[in-house]
């Protein structure tokens, strides 16, 4: 029987009695109660019977076989056993691999022996002990598996959200995820739901900025009959819904400073009032909020309310933009390709050229995820199975024309009269956007001379224009402008 420590009580498994002792030591000297374990048997065994509050593991514990990798064995077992409690993987030679895959199997940290930072490494074994008493505490419910590849993407950022995701799924804290649009916002919202203990319970989505003001907050906190002009009988809001689970209150930055106001209440006391009711009404709900915009700047902009984004800015998750993980664009473009293959092309296993793939590995996406998924399917669909570069040219041309540059200015009409033509349609609102329409129609022009005046020469045009050289490619394939793709010019005019 351990005793019980007030500070902490550790496991550390390794079968290096030299490694062991250096951890044990420091852990003593900071007040922590340490047992040693040299095999991974003796070891779960141990970590099993007792309340440690943290195990630290090895990686490979049966001599030098690089093969057997026990520590992920341990990590996953005592995921199964013992949910609540942080198994901090220790390796000698890190792999991104080991430490993703022990990160999924539910580590809580991994670290990289010889490189140890004392300092960091005391803080993470208090915050673990913390965080394991505090999960130990809560009702014991079992976590599902979350689907092992609803979020994709292996890369360093991408890991060190998956552990925020992980750290902070257990409370109940409101939670805001930042992240330009199309970087998997909603993914990490439901991925903070299905991994809390409230993972049972309702977990309702509510777009705030789908909404008109007045509309949103009966659908928020629900309304009595006769409340207003339409309200004929009571309406049960998303709040009451979401009792005892999570909302996600997506583009939270579109909000009215009203209802912001009443957010704040519930955030603080948990009560509000349905529209047009008396009674105060109490829920448990657990809140995350998703905004692409800078809520530092609507603040400035008195559209967002102060209080409100300290609130909530207490535990953030940011999604990071993919072109800051274009190592992970091809585990993107495999996933895509096998999610629609079957459907789009009939085929479950398309396959992607390799001069196909490192186009799309450069470009700077920036409509992020969800404009390579969209990419990546009108390749799907004119390749049938097997992606070519020009597949992959043509798409990339379609989706950006689509979406804003259409219509162009027509060939010699000046500038002036262009914006004027474009505003007098916007008034007559048979057309959005005007901004983007101008400027991708000047963008465009200015790709379109240089390139014309450099004979296709791309370095010598990029040049010109002051910009790099991939720039200057991805430029000419979004304009349709790229001397490999001659249809797409057609649908630009
Ligand atoms: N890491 C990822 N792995 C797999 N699919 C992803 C990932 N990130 C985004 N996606 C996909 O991209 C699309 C957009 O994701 P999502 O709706 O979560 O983005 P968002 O950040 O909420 O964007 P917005 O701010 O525009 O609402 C979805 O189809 C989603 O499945
Ligand atoms: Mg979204």
Same mark, same amino acid.
Request: aromatic content about 4%; some cysteine.
């Given at each position: 029987m351990v005793i019980m420590n007030e500070q902490g009580n550790i496991l550390i498994i390794d079968d290096k009695k030299s490694d062991a002792e250096e951890f044990e030591r420091v852990l003593r000297v900071e007040g922590y109660e340490v047992e040693t374990a040299a095999t991974a048997e003796a070891g779960l065994a141990r970590a099993k019977q007792e309340n440690f509050d943290v195990v630290l593991t090895g990686l *490979? =514990?049966?001599?030098?076989? /690089? +093969? %057997?990798?026990e520590g992920l064995h341990i990590v996953s077992a005592l995921q199964a056993a013992k949910p609540s409690l942080a198994v901090i993987l220790m390796t000698a030679k890190p792999t991104t691999q080991t430490t993703i895959e022990a990160m999924k199997l539910g580590a809580y940290d991994s670290i990289i022996k010889g490189r140890v930072d004392w300092n960091a490494f005391t803080t993470l074994i208090h915050q673990a002990v913390e965080d394991t008493r505090f999960q130990r505490e809560r009702p014991k419910v079992p976590v599902p598996l979350a689907e092992p590849d609803a979020i994709i993407g292996t890369s360093a950022v991408m890991h060190a959200m998956y552990k925020q995701i992980g750290r902070l799924a257990a409370k109940s804290v409101a939670v805001l995820i930042r992240g330009e649009?199309? &970087?998997g916002k909603e993914l990490v919202a439901t991925a903070l739901h299905r991994h809390?203990? %409230? *993972?049972d319970k309702p977990f309702i989505i509510v @777009?705030?900025?789908?909404?008109s003001e007045q509309l949103l907050e009966s659908e928020l906190f629900g309304h009595e009959a006769g409340?207003? &002009?339409?309200?004929k009988a009571r309406l049960i809001g998303r709040f009451e819904q979401a009792d005892q689970g999570s909302i996600f209150l997506d /583009?939270?930055?579109?909000?009215s400073i009203n209802l912001q106001s009443k957010l704040l209440r519930v955030l603080q006391q948990k009560t509000f009032q349905r529209v047009g009711g008396k009674e105060t009404i109490t829920v448990n709900v657990r809140v995350i909020a998703a905004t692409h915009r800078d809520l530092k700047l609507a603040i400035l902009e008195k559209e967002f309310r102060e209080d409100l984004y300290y609130r909530l800015n207490v535990a953030v998750i940011v999604s990071p933009p993919l072109r800051e993980r274009r190592e992970d664009i091809p585990i993107l473009v495999e996933y895509f390709m096998h999610r629609y293959g079957k459907e789009l092309v009939g085929n479950p296993e398309p396959q992607i050229h390799a001069d196909a793939l490192d186009c799309l590995q450069e470009m700077?996406?920036?409509? @992020?995820v969800r404009e390579l998924e969209n990419v990546v399917r009108r390749a799907l669909v004119s390749s049938h199975g097997i992606i070519s570069l020009s597949d992959v040219q043509e798409a990339i041309a379609q989706d950006a024309v689509a979406k &804003?540059?259409?219509?162009?200015?027509?060939?010699? +009409?000046?500038l002036t009269a262009y914006v004027a033509d474009l505003l007098a349609k916007v008034m007559r609102s048979e057309l959005d956007g005007a901004h983007a329409r101008v400027a991708a129609a000047a963008e465009r022009e200015v790709y379109s001379q240089a390139i014309q005046l450099a004979a296709g020469d791309q370095s010598k045009a990029a040049k010109w224009l002051g910009v790099s050289r991939p720039t200057m490619r991805e430029k000419l394939l979004r304009y349709g =402008? *790229?001397? %490999?793709? /001659?249809s797409a010019t057609k649908i630009a005019a």
């Open positions: *490979h =514990l049966s001599g030098s076989d /690089e +093969q %057997r990798k649009t199309g &970087t809390s203990a %409230r *993972h @777009n705030c900025a789908a909404i409340a207003f &002009t339409d309200a /583009e939270i930055g579109d909000m700077s996406w920036p409509g @992020n &804003t540059v259409a219509p162009l200015p027509a060939g010699d +009409q000046p =402008l *790229h001397p %490999r793709i /001659e």
